[in-house]
């Protein structure tokens, strides 16, 4: 009886863990999803920082219909990644954008792939074997550290990340420095703007406050693509320095 009661605890955990950005219902307004209790608010925004999503759930990363609920290659012709960029995927996770990266900016090229948990890095590690990717290097990264290379990066890409980092702020000066005067910062982030999108609230965004948020730290605006499905592609470029 003990170890089939803790078969189903584990299994609840996994299932929870799994399922924590979608909405338990098809659509929402702003009243029927709470911030989670004692969230942290974004100090120029005011938004909520979502909590940052386990490695425990790290199978809907590559759940089978993530390739048509955010079409990612879309996403990456739209964004535009060319051979011999230098890339990073922020929050990388199971690699899911990070082997779709790898191809692009061969040959030549580099991805730096970052997490701050190294269980997902572990479970990077296994894909990049298994699939024998090359050109892709995992890093470690912290709250308040990138580990990315000062002035190296053509591309930082953060991909339903963003809203997550519960240092946003010194975040994003560790990845202006990572960038190279002509690099771009890209966010794809779920639209808060649309309440038939189905993610819970904390881990969307709207345009406006991912522009309030990143402006403040020193990059300029560049444009908006809506051509996915579900989330907006945010562009921003470093603020030319005086």
Not at 34 to 43: D, L
Not at 56 to 71: K, M, S
Not at 163 to 168: A, I, R, V
Not at 185 to 204: G, Q, W
Request: hydrophobic share 40%; net charge negative; proline share 8%.
């Amino acid at each position: 009886m003990r170890l089939g009661h803790l078969r189903r605890c584990l299994f609840s955990i996994l299932l929870i863990a799994s399922l924590e950005h979608l909405s338990p219902a098809p659509t929402y307004g702003e009243a029927q999803v709470a911030a989670p209790p004692a969230a942290a608010v974004h100090p120029v925004s005011g938004r909520h920082i979502a909590q940052v999503m386990s490695h425990l759930g790290a199978d809907w990363l590559d759940r089978p219909e993530r390739n048509t609920e955010e079409q990612p290659d879309k996403a990456l012709d739209d964004i535009g990644v060319k051979p011999g960029d230098v890339v990073a995927d922020v929050g990388a996770g199971t690699g899911y954008y990070t082997v779709k990266l790898a191809s692009r900016v061969r040959p030549g090229g580099r991805v730096y792939a970052t997490d701050i948990q190294p269980e997902m890095l572990e479970k990077l590690r296994t894909r990049l074997a298994a699939e024998k990717v090359s050109g892709v290097e995992p890093v470690l990264a912290h709250a308040d550290d990138s580990g990315l290379p000062a002035g190296a990066l053509d591309l930082i890409l953060l991909v339903d990340v963003y809203h997550e980092l519960s240092e946003p702020q010194r975040m994003l000066q560790q990845l202006k420095s990572a960038l190279k005067p002509t690099g771009r910062l890209v966010l794809l982030e779920f639209r808060k703007e649309d309440p038939a999108v189905p993610i819970r609230l904390d881990h969307k965004m709207s345009v406006a406050e991912a522009r309030l948020e990143v402006e403040h730290e020193g990059f300029v605006f560049d444009r908006v693509s809506e051509v996915l499905p579900w989330q907006h592609i945010l562009v921003f470029r470093p603020a030319a320095r005086p």
